[in-house]
């Protein structure tokens, strides 16, 4: 009988990824910390966050662009569902729980300084994600998960990308996004000028990019299971990570 | 320990590598796999160790199929490629974080196998090594590691001649009952001694799979100064010392087995020599 899942195996994975890329681990924690004591609020944060962390998220997967690396990757006795959880767990909890960590920091020390070199006594709160409407209200944890959605489903899907294309896949992977974009588009298109006779008079009776949430032409029924087909990308784009790796060769 | 029946496998849609490959290693030998330049011996190691999926036919390494690459199973494979992966770790940190994938390893045999390769730093970094360093150690983890199967895909590449005479010891020393080691290699002189079973691939087959103790019974490896009528000549080649023969063993003579001039002669008169070891039972497929 084989043993499919091993936390001990999981354990053993993490120490390889951090002992092999502790000084990188090093370097990338410092500069976030840098960058986040001058900027703070939710464009920034979600930028730097989305950026780095599909830059993040496309490194484990590199391996198999080269086929000595490919190979010692897959030899290494654990299943590919433990392969994939440390990944997992890497690239969207660790990276996001990091970058919380680094913008509180970077966040503290920046406002310290301020305060200092100018003479003003600037309260530190915590605004990472945060919308600017609301920088100075009280922490509210929605904001955070808010993000955390939209960080996970975009690491899924670049994770993903990296099985799937051997080099430059994050542009790859945006391409093929774009691809989708325009072939949901046509269908929007069509959508419109069958239900409304042409494009441009839906354009001018609806507010331009609001009207495809417009319960006049989408019921809400309807915006629910675009939301759910939203948070459903993820198991998604990581069961068929899963496949891909399953049947990843070495040629 | 490796069944393999009725093979196919292709690279791309207009050629087969293999078709219908049949083979049979076993436990307690270090068997040698001979071919020349791209007869596809890296692709049949890959394959037994999971990296490459047939397209028909069965491959059982310890009755279990490689494709699926249980933990259970590549923790008994230990594969050492040609082209070896650029680690960014010392020594010592690479035994720390891989070792305990391998139920067996040995610190102590490992150390002790680096100490016969004269590396004794452990603190230096695996991409300052040169590639035949970087080998050495490779070797060194894998046959500490002590895995029932071990994979070594040219190990003598890039190694100095001192390296590849302690390779040899090593290997010879690692050997078990219940241990297979199979060594795919084109510079057939560096596993001279070593092998105790030879597998030659020629035209993308097994055209040969004996244990050396057989084929030093029914062939004949012999230097002489003058060319002989009487007896039919597999293969011969003309050296500073006479000329260096193959010939069928009728009169149970001992020679020693040279592996570069049977593998020649296989490869010269690969009929000839099918009916010579067909006439007793044997292992050849």
């Known amino acids: 009988m084989y043993q499919t899942f091993s936390l001990k195996r999981i354990d053993l994975l993490l120490k390889i990824y951090f002992v092999e890329n502790q000084n990188y681990e090093i370097y990338l924690w410092s500069i976030l910390t840098l960058i986040f004591m001058f900027f703070k609020g939710e464009g920034t944060a979600q930028l730097i966050t989305l950026i780095v962390g599909i830059v993040y998220a496309t490194r484990f997967f590199k391996i198999f662009a080269y086929s000595s690396n490919g190979t010692h990757y897959l030899m290494i006795p654990a299943t590919q569902v433990e392969k994939l959880i440390t990944v997992f767990l890497l690239n969207t909890f660790y990276f996001f729980l990091m970058i919380i960590i680094t913008s509180v920091i970077g966040n503290f020390i920046g406002t310290i300084l301020r305060n200092l070199i100018y003479g003003i006594s600037t309260p530190f709160s915590f605004q990472f994600f945060f919308p600017y409407s609301k920088l100075n209200s009280d922490f509210d944890i929605t904001y955070l998960l808010k993000n955390f959605g939209v960080f996970a489903t975009s690491q899924a899907i670049f994770t993903l990308g990296s099985l799937y294309f051997k080099r430059n896949s994050i542009a790859k992977t945006l391409l093929t996004l774009m691809m989708i974009s325009i072939l949901f588009g046509m269908i929007e298109y069509t959508v419109f000028k069958v239900t409304m006779g042409s494009l441009l008079s839906a354009l001018n009776q609806y507010d331009g990019f609001q009207m495809a949430w417009d319960e006049i032409i989408f019921p809400k029924g309807m915006i629910f299971v675009w939301k759910i087909i939203g948070y459903l990308l993820i198991p998604f784009c990581w069961i068929v990570s899963y496949f891909r790796l399953t049947e990843k060769e070495i040629k | ?285």
């Open chain 2, 1 to 285: 320990m490796i069944d393999i029946k009725n093979l196919e496998f292709n690279y791309s849609h207009s050629s087969h590598l293999f078709k219908n490959l049949n083979l049979s290693l076993f436990a307690g030998h270090i068997h040698g796999l001979l071919g020349k330049n791209g007869e596809g011996k890296s692709t049949l190691l890959k394959m037994i160790s999971g990296l490459v999926f047939p397209l028909k036919g069965e491959i059982s390494v310890m009755n279990v199929e490689p494709r699926k690459r249980h933990p259970e199973m590549l923790q008994e494979i230990f594969f050492l490629p040609e082209e070896l992966p650029p680690v960014n770790l010392s020594m010592e940190n690479y035994e720390k974080v891989y070792a305990p994938f391998y139920p067996h390893f040995s610190s102590e045999q490992f150390h002790q196998y680096l100490t016969e390769f004269e590396m004794e730093s452990a603190k230096t970094q695996m991409n300052q090594l040169s590639y035949g360093q970087k080998k050495k150690f490779f070797i060194a983890f894998g046959l500490a590691a002590n895995t029932s199967l071990v994979l070594l895909d040219e190990p003598t590449n890039g190694l100095d001649i001192p390296s590849k005479a302690q390779f040899r010891k090593m290997a010879a020393l690692a050997i078990e009952e219940n241990r297979c080691i199979i060594i795919s290699t084109h510079q057939v002189r560096d596993l001279d001694s070593l092998i105790d079973s030879i597998v030659i691939m020629n035209g993308h087959e097994i055209v040969f799979n004996e244990f050396t103790e057989n084929i030093t019974k029914k062939l004949l490896f012999k230097v002489s100064n003058q060319k002989e009528e009487k007896e039919e000549v597999l293969y011969a080649e003309e050296n500073l010392r006479g000329t260096y023969q193959v010939v069928e063993n009728k009169t149970g003579e001992e020679s020693r087995l040279d592996i570069e001039l049977l593998f020649n002669a296989v490869l010269q008169n690969q009929q000839r020599i099918k009916e010579i070891f067909s006439n007793q039972p044997n292992n050849f497929k």
